[in-house]
């Protein structure tokens, strides 16, 4: 152990007697480390970000939504003109509550099916108001969303059914209506309907993405039953004059009082008709999910009068298939960095090729002093491995720093996993072994007597 001590002395003294050269020969190393380990940062915050994407979408989810301007198609009709006068004379049934009665009833591949009803109401509190959206949903839907309540209870199933005045709200809501006190058991206005809070939703960020695919904000969210929506405030498949006012809100009499509402889904002839502004249908396994998707399609279309007024989409597929997308990015990247590792390699060997050839009179002082093969190769794969390692270090260092750069520059989620660290220096530290043993094998096999001639 004392004569390797000694050897490796020798090397590291060699190291930094050349410190220019020797730094020279880690940076390809340096960068190398660096770029695989802030690749694989950027790789493992978009697998992360899809991941919560999926998990907010819910797991196994078909979400159907009414189409806006539906293009109105009749299979049966050969006459355009006749197809279109028979289309404005038809009556054309929007999303209802029914669908979603009868997917849950006839499709045994089917686990639960969340139907939601959603209005941008104001509300307010005490002389407070606020902007809200006020979904009519039932109690799968929490589950089907994996929500949780940070305080108080769910709807129970006699809320559910009877229609009564409870609602849920979002964190957003509990903090702008009930800022100084405790909003369980509280009233607040949402409309013109007073309704009593039983529960504090767990607040997440959405983001555009999740929003296209039917994924609400529920921080700023007042959830109540879905009866209570229909019971209360308006069942769209019951009302037959309507008065459409800036923006596509609604003007609705009920029960001598006038409720203003908005909605963003439009119906036939400019009307929105959707007793439903969605449904989520939860399906048993990811492998029933297209299957399902279709043959939903082939029952609303039936029951839509075979118009397709109404949009099916799979968000868990989209999602993986850009998760798919982006993982080959990054497998690119990764390989680009690789690259950098081997050319660090490659450089490592030629600077310690060209070290032997300089050192030859050393080399053979060393051997007629006692010193073997095996010391010479110990020695010189020494140095190759210290600058390797020491290459690594740094450029681990260098990787993370670039991590977080591009995580405050770009807004990008980047995520530093201790095994990309230990792959990447692992990887610095084979680099120095592999390509500095064929300059320390050379450096070993010199003559000498030749090599002490040798000016």
Known sequence: MER??????????????????SILTALGIIFGVAAVIAMMAVGNGARQEI???IKMVGVNNIV?????????????????KEQ????????????????AENIQKII????????????????????????AKLSGVSPAFFRVFNLSVKKGIFFTARQAVKGKPVCIIGPEVAAKLFPDEDPLGKQLKAGNIWLQVIGIVEGQQVNKKAENMGISDYNHSIFTPLKTILLRYKDRSLINQTSLIGGGGQIVVMGGS???????????????NNQLDKIVVQVKKSSQLVPTAQIIKKMLLRRHQHIENFEIKIPELLLKQEQKTKDIFNIVLGAIAGISLLVGGIGIMNIMLASVMERIREIGVRRTTGATQKDIVFQFLA?????????????VLLGVIMAKVIMLTTGILTIVSFWSILLSFGVAAAVGIVFGYLPARKAALQDPVESLRHD
């Open 84 to 99: 279109e006068k028979s289309t404005q004379k038809k009556f054309v049934p929007g999303l209802s509550l029914k669908d």
């Open 258 to 272: 006038v409720t203003v509402f908005s909605s963003g889904n439009g119906g036939v002839n400019g009307q929105n």
């Open 108 to 131: 045994p591949t089917v686990e639960r099916v969340s139907p939601e009803i959603v209005y941008n109401i104001q509300a307010s509190r005490s002389g407070k108001k606020m902007a």
């Open 64 to 80: 159907i939504l009414p189409v806006k301007n539906a293009d109105n198609r009749d299979d049966n009709r050969e006459n355009d």
């Open 4 to 21: 390797y001590l000694q050897i490796l002395s020798v090397s590291l003294e060699a190291v930094f007697l050349n410190k220019s050269r």
């Open 383 to 395: 140095e190759s491995t210290f600058i390797s390692i020491s290459g690594g270090i740094i450029g």
């Open 51 to 53: 991941l919560k994407q």
